[in-house]
């Protein structure tokens, strides 16, 4: 009984938090502070944290960095909040036995398939990629806007705000990228933000 009363106020917390940091997203409250990192030294850290959890879910849990990466202005505490996001959402919605991947790679501007903030000629693609159940074709469109969820019996069966992925794409915007999403239902859900690699000094471009 204590064990139940402490893990219903986490997701209690959890769900105060992710409204708290929505508020303060939409109101312009949350200041970009970038800083010169190591992209691929910064997602060892942040996969190490979620790849336990995935295994207990009965998980996989994949990474896949490319050479070349370099470094780049990033702020790590968005990046970082960013990616908490993503991954929890495909640990929360990928069923037992299925299996999770964080990929990043440097792609150009002509690879980058949605609007961004900042131009650059290179960003920094990160993709979450889950083998679950898919997301139906009429979701897709608005499944970034606040308080909307994948439909279906996995969206019931697990209590959320549906606010992860509205966070995901601000904190993408912040940090002056995008995001978007590739999935068909039945063949899993690749979630993916770009982030300009010359972030501090590049203009900015109307969405």
């Not at 993709?127 to 074709?137: C, Q, Y």
Request: glycine share 10%; with cysteine; charged share 20%.
């Amino acid at each position: 009984m204590a064990q139940d009363i402490f893990d219903a106020g986490s997701r209690q917390l959890a769900i105060v938090n992710s409204l708290i940091e929505l508020a303060r997203l939409q109101a312009g409250k949350v200041e970009l502070r970038a800083e010169l990192q190591d992209p691929a030294k910064m997602l060892a850290e942040i996969a190490a944290r979620h790849e336990a959890k995935a295994q207990a879910a009965g998980l996989d849990f994949a990474v896949e960095v490319a050479q070349g990466l370099g470094e780049m202005p990033l702020d790590r505490e968005v990046v970082t909040h960013l990616l908490d996001h993503l991954l929890d959402n495909a640990c929360k919605f990928t069923p037992s036995g299925g299996k999770i991947s964080l990929i990043a790679r440097r792609v150009p501007r002509t690879e980058v398939a949605a609007p961004v903030r900042i131009a650059a000629g290179e960003y920094l693609e990160l993709a979450v990629a889950d083998n679950g159940p898919g997301i139906a074709p009429e979701i897709l469109p608005r499944l970034f806007q606040p308080f909307v969820q994948g439909e279906g019996r996995l969206s019931r069966r697990y209590a959320g705000t549906g606010v992860g992925l509205t966070l995901a794409r601000l904190l993408a915007e912040l940090h002056g990228g995008g995001s978007g999403v590739e999935s068909k239902p039945g063949t899993g859900a690749k979630f993916l933000v770009w982030l300009p690699y010359d972030s501090i000094s590049a203009p900015k471009v109307n969405l």
